[in-house]
């Protein structure tokens, strides 16, 4: 597969930018059943290895994955399961979670320049610069005109990074209010799960369409050539972590990696 076969994942300013009109079902270019999503995913580990360690030895290129989504959409279960067998030399996580007294004595954008990657590396965002534009802005952290301006500093720090060689690709794990309670409940009901939940939860839950309002407007202003975004519907977990598989898969068979050459004739060395 290539990158351009997903396109109609992409979100633009014509495409799957309302949330409430996109399935968050699998959709009909996924398996049927879990048991052949998972025989397939198995396979796309052992390609991603693969690629994973040219990605690393080639170095041409740096790699970075956004997941963004509503609480229970499954950002680490899809880092879990996507990237499960690469060589964790050459791929990173960055959680960015509450911003410490020092990160807020910065730029908002200071911490995040920190953990982008390097060449040969991917990095993997579990929530990332966005919360600055939409917890930010649905909690009111700040007035309207400081995150506002927000949409531009973002569109201006992705494009320096896609200048020198990121490429990006942006996914909204996208799930229905109906399947985020049910795993709410999940968490409450499930005694090795209780330490997922949090009071917190249930006060973003309330802001559901206040999220939604925040999303679609993130979609419509950075959604971008250099730094697409991706709605990956997750109300299953096996179709969500098959899609994003397939995604990741594709964006590294379209770099034609290679092996470097070297600088001398291995037929005639010898090794005594």
């Not at 930018?17 to 059943?33: A, C, F, G, H, Y």
């Not at 879990?34 to 580990?45: C, G, I, Q, Y």
């Not at 020092?102 to 920190?114: G, S």
């Not at 590294?252 to 004739?265: A, C, F, N, T």
Request: net charge positive; aromatic share 10%.
């Amino acid at each position: 597969m290539k990158l351009s076969d997903f396109d109609a994942y992409r979100i633009t300013k014509t495409q799957n930018n309302e949330i409430s009109k996109v399935s968050s079902d699998p959709w009909k270019d996924l398996p049927s059943s879990k048991s052949e999503a998972r025989k397939e995913l198995s396979a796309l580990h052992l390609r991603l290895t693969e690629l994973q360690q040219r990605f690393f030895v080639d170095r041409r290129k740096k790699l970075l994955f956004v997941l963004q989504g509503m609480d229970t959409s499954g950002k680490n279960g899809t880092i879990r399961h996507v990237f499960r067998g690469v060589n964790p030399q050459g791929v990173h996580v960055a959680s960015f979670e509450k911003p410490s007294t020092r990160e807020l004595a910065h730029d908002y954008l200071w911490r995040v320049h920190k953990r982008t990657p390097a060449k040969g590396e991917i990095m993997i965002f579990d929530r990332s610069h966005y919360e600055d534009v939409l917890a930010v802005r649905v909690n009111k952290l700040k007035p309207q005109s400081v995150w506002s301006k927000r949409y531009r500093h973002i569109n201006d720090f992705e494009q320096l990074l896609a200048d020198e060689d990121t490429v990006i690709l942006k996914f909204f794990l996208h799930i229905d209010r109906d399947t985020q309670k049910q795993r709410l409940q999940e968490r409450l009901d499930t005694p090795a799960k209780n330490w997922k939940f949090d009071q917190s939860d249930l006060v973003a839950r309330s802001k559901w369409q206040e999220y939604v309002a925040a999303y679609e407007e993130v979609f419509d202003k950075t959604s971008t050539p250099h730094a697409p975004w991706y709605i990956i519907p997750a109300n299953k977990k096996w179709a969500r972590n098959l899609l994003v598989a397939r995604i990741v898969v594709s964006c590294l068979e379209d770099m034609r990696l290679s092996y470097p050459q070297v600088d001398y004739d291995p037929s005639k060395i010898i090794i005594d």
